[in-house]
C-alpha cells in the first residue's frame, strides 16, 4: 500500500506475555518512529531510527521495551512481560528526512488483561 | 510542566461558526511547529505547518507568538467534517523529536 502499515490492529495479551508489533513504513522513507498514544492523551515519542540505526531510544519506558529496523525498513517494537501500565495504541511514523511531516499508520491498539 | 499544554475543551460550535484555540509550548528553542488533526480511533494527520508570520490555508488560520510561547489555530465557516481532536506538536529542538499536546477536541452541529 501507499501509506504506513502496522499489524496487529489490535492485540489482547495477558500480564506476563511478550507482544511484538510490526511496522512497514512507506517506501524509501528513511525515518522511522515509534510513539504510544495512552486514552486521552496525545502521542508520546518513544524511539527514531534512521534507516538500520537506533540514533534514539529516550522515550522507550523500560528495558522491556526493544525497537529494532535490522534492514532499514520494517520496524518492531517488542515488549516484554507486559504490563496493564503498557495498554495503549502504539503508533508508527515515517518521514522522508529527519524533520518535516510525520505520516501515521494507524496504530496498534494493546490490551493487557 | 508538560512540554505542550492544549485546552482539551470540547469546543462545541455550530455549523458556520469561528472557533480558535491556542496550545503553549515550555522549551524557547523550539523551532518547528504543527497542527496536527486527530479522528476518533483514527491515526494523527498533518493540518498544517505554522510559519513566524502566519499562515492561512483555506478556512485554517494558524499564528505563532515567539514572545508569548503560544501557537493558536483558528476555524472559520466550520463543517460538520472539522469534528476532530487537533493536536498541536512543537519539535524539541533537535529536528527529529516532536513534541504532542494532548489535543484540542471540537465538535460541529448541524
Known amino acids: 500500500g501507499a501509506g504506513v502499515s502496522q499489524s496487529p490492529r489490535y492485540k489482547v495479551a495477558k500480564r506476563g506475555q511478550d507482544v511484538a508489533l510490526r511496522c512497514d513504513p512507506i517506501?524509501?522513507?528513511?525515518?522511522l518512529f515509534w510513539y504510544q498514544q495512552a486514552l486521552g492523551q496525545g502521542p508520546e515519542f518513544l524511539t527514531y531510527f534512521q534507516n538500520e540505526a537506533q540514533l534514539d531510544k529516550s522515550g522507550l519506558p523500560s528495558d522491556r521495551f526493544f525497537a529494532e529496523r535490522p534492514e532499514g525498513s520494517v520496524s518492531t517494537l517488542k515488549i516484554q512481560r507486559t504490563q496493564q501500565e503498557d495498554s495503549a495504541v502504539y503508533l508508527c511514523?515515517?518521514?522522508?528526512?529527519?524533520?518535516?511531516?510525520?505520516?501515521f499508520g494507524e496504530g496498534s491498539r494493546l490490551t493487557v488483561l | 510542566r508538560k512540554e505542550v499544554e492544549q485546552d482539551p475543551g470540547p469546543f462545541n460550535v455550530p455549523e458556520g461558526a469561528t472557533v480558535a484555540f491556542n496550545c503553549t509550548y515550555s522549551n524557547s528553542a523550539s523551532q518547528s511547529f504543527f497542527w496536527y488533526r486527530q479522528d476518533c480511533r483514527k491515526e494523527p494527520k498533518l493540518l498544517m505547518s505554522?510559519?513566524?508570520s502566519g499562515n492561512e490555508d483555506g478556512r485554517f488560520t494558524a499564528q505563532l507568538n515567539r514572545a508569548s510561547q503560544y501557537i493558536s489555530l483558528l476555524i472559520r465557516d466550520s463543517k460538520l467534517s472539522d469534528s476532530a481532536t487537533y493536536l498541536c506538536v512543537v519539535n524539541k529542538g533537535d529536528d527529529y523529536k516532536l513534541s504532542f499536546g494532548a489535543g484540542t477536541t471540537v465538535t460541529v452541529r448541524a
Open positions: 511514523a515515517s518521514s522522508p528526512g529527519g524533520s518535516g511531516e510525520l505520516f
Open positions: 517506501s524509501g522513507h528513511v525515518s
Open positions: 505554522v510559519y513566524s
